[in-house]
């Protein structure tokens, strides 16, 4: 007798996810831990020292309690989920609560920034190649755009696609998301140390 499991063998949505409840629910809670081990942080910020922009104005794109930028750089606005862990972040100067899968537009004026950041949480976007659309129209021109990211994630937040890929896959989805964009240089480059593996994806908005 034939079966019909058609339903099980239904590929997932890529940007679908297994908790797709509103995650003003997930983040409601403040969770002020590293989601990186020191090594890491210490590789992530030696690379910000060398490629942003000193004295710039920079986004930290899905921002929590910690930036991991060093020290002299500024301003700083934050874009995130949940205000008391923006509040507790001695980077920022301002930060904004805002639903990117809600709401994949930035709050903010085009050529608003010298360069945009988002650190250990590009895996959580349903809408990628817009959410970085918008990145572009509110870098300046020349500017820099550098993403992060670890093997780690709450998984029932991050996209289907994310959970069932490599490392290596994860770097192309990323500059997918940036090229689809039209974004220069794009290049990736791990730069892990003797903690979690560390990669990251970056990008320059055209000049005008
Ligand atoms: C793993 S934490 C990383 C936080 C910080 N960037 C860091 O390096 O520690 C994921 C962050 O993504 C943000 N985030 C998750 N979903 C988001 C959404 N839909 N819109 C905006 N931010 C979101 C959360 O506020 C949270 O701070």
Redesign the pocket.
């Known amino acids: 007798m034939a079966e019909n499991n058609t339903q099980d063998h239904k590929l997932p949505d890529p940007f679908g996810r297994l908790d797709a409840s509103d995650?003003a629910l997930f983040?409601a809670t403040p969770r002020k831990v590293?989601?990186i081990e020191q090594g890491a942080i210490s590789a992530l910020q030696h690379f910000y020292a060398e490629n942003l922009p000193s004295g710039g104005e920079i986004l930290d794109l899905?921002?929590?309690w910690?930036s991991?930028l060093p020290e002299g750089l500024g301003p700083v606005t934050g874009?995130?989920?949940?205000s008391e862990?923006m509040a507790d972040n001695p980077q920022l100067d301002t930060f904004t609560v805002?639903?990117?899968?809600k709401m994949p537009l930035l709050p903010f004026e085009e050529n608003a920034f010298d360069a945009v950041v988002c650190?250990?949480?590009v895996q959580?976007l349903e809408h990628p190649v817009h959410v970085f659309s918008e990145v572009q129209r509110v870098l300046r021109p020349n500017s820099p755009v550098i993403v992060s990211f670890s093997n780690r994630c709450f998984p029932t937040k991050a996209v289907n696609i994310w959970r069932y890929s490599t490392s290596s896959q994860h770097q192309d989805l990323v500059r997918m998301y940036l090229e689809k964009n039209a974004f220069h240089q794009v290049s990736t480059r791990e730069i892990t140390t003797r903690d979690d593996p560390m990669y990251i994806v970056s990008g320059v908005k055209p000049h005008e």
């Not at 874009?79 to 949940?82: S, V």
């Not at 805002?98 to 899968?101: G, Q, R, T």
């Open positions: 995650d983040y590293t989601h899905m921002s929590s910690r991991h874009l995130g989920m949940n862990e805002h639903n990117l899968n650190a250990v949480s959580y």
